[in-house]
């Protein structure tokens, strides 16, 4: 699939630049969220870095589940037997990064992590998951496990697999969106105040 290059949806002119930076952030957000439905898009996996108990850093791919219009609250899921889980309930200073090879289009978000795993809001979103998404859950090793081959597709029933469900949802504290544009790259750092407003700004990139 085509990804619109961002400055699309800002002006008819070929430089984002000439308009404020929060557009430009808005647009590429805007993209951004199309990762959410679309399995096609560049942008439906993207990465997740985390700090790991000995203060190394550790990125791996997650699904874009969603990402709120108000506030821009992102969220995917994980096994709550994860290292990654174990590390966000240590830290919940996380960052993504997502990239689209068609809009040449680079987008960095920054910000804190809230886990969900055994309550009602975690419960409610596995009963909406699709079959084939519950099936992740079903392994009956934990993630990162050493085994044997024959232990590699054993599984749990489905409900012991809804007890290792967790929803994580990060809410953003900077965007760093950054487009690799043939004429001059362009690219925009923004910040989050408390109630959600964005603060943007054009940097070099």
Not at 119 to 136: H, M, V
């Amino acid at each position: 699939m085509t990804e619109p290059a961002p400055q699309a949806a800002i002006a008819h002119d070929t430089d984002p630049a000439l308009h404020p930076a929060e557009n430009f952030i808005a647009a590429a957000l805007a993209r951004l969220t199309s990762g959410v439905r679309d399995r096609r898009s560049d942008f439906h996996v993207i990465g997740l870095a985390t700090t790991g108990a000995d203060g190394a850093p550790r990125l791996r791919s997650v699904v874009l589940r969603g990402r709120a219009a108000q506030g821009g609250q992102i969220t995917f899921h994980t096994d709550a037997r994860s290292a990654k889980f174990a590390e966000l309930s240590r830290d919940g200073r996380a960052a993504l990064l997502a990239y689209s090879h068609a809009a040449k289009l680079q987008i960095r978000i920054e910000g804190r992590v809230t886990l969900h795993h055994d309550d009602e809001e975690a419960a409610a979103i596995w009963r909406a998951l699709p079959e084939g998404a519950r099936q992740i859950y079903r392994a009956w090793l934990p993630p990162g496990s050493e085994a044997a081959p024959a232990q590699l597709d054993l599984t749990l029933t489905m409900e012991e697999a809804a007890r290792h469900f967790a929803v994580c949802h990060l809410r953003p504290a900077l965007y760093d969106v950054l487009w690799l544009r043939p004429e001059g790259h362009r690219r925009a750092i923004g910040t989050l105040d408390g109630a959600g407003a964005l603060a943007a700004r054009w940097v070099a990139a």
